[in-house]
């Protein structure tokens, strides 16, 4: 019913920038939490940082001040401009749509890989 597509990601050297994005499918994505959580090697997925239908944003604290979330509803097509990278954000990101209550369903893409090396 939903497909999330993700595309941007590759390689760069730490103090790089990537522009990640996720298009989703559908007319109702304006109405539904947008976030990026991401699962690096031998470590669990984690959130990184999501978007309210408001455009309200959270981050989680190691990605304050160098990662920036974005929608367009118009494009039905979120975003995440990441700069000044670390080798420690090397992981593979994923795209999240939140449809909340009543059926509290988690619609997931397929991740894009972001390696951060020099």
């Known amino acids: 019913q939903v497909q999330l597509v993700e595309s941007g990601g590759g390689l760069v050297q730490p103090g790089g920038s990537l522009r990640l994005s996720c298009a989703a499918s559908g007319r109702i994505f304006s109405r539904y939490v947008m976030g990026w959580y991401r699962q690096a090697p031998g470590k669990d997925r984690e959130p990184v940082t999501a978007i309210t239908s408001g455009g309200a944003t959270t981050y989680t604290d190691s990605v304050k001040g160098r990662f920036t979330i974005s929608r367009d509803n118009a494009k039905n097509t979120v975003y995440l401009q990441m700069n000044s990278l670390k080798p420690e954000d090397t992981a593979v990101y994923v795209c999240?749509?939140?449809?909340?209550?009543?059926?509290?369903?988690?619609?997931w893409g397929q991740g894009t890989q972001v390696t951060v090396s020099s």
């Open positions: 999240n749509m939140n449809v909340g209550p009543p059926f509290n369903l988690n619609y």
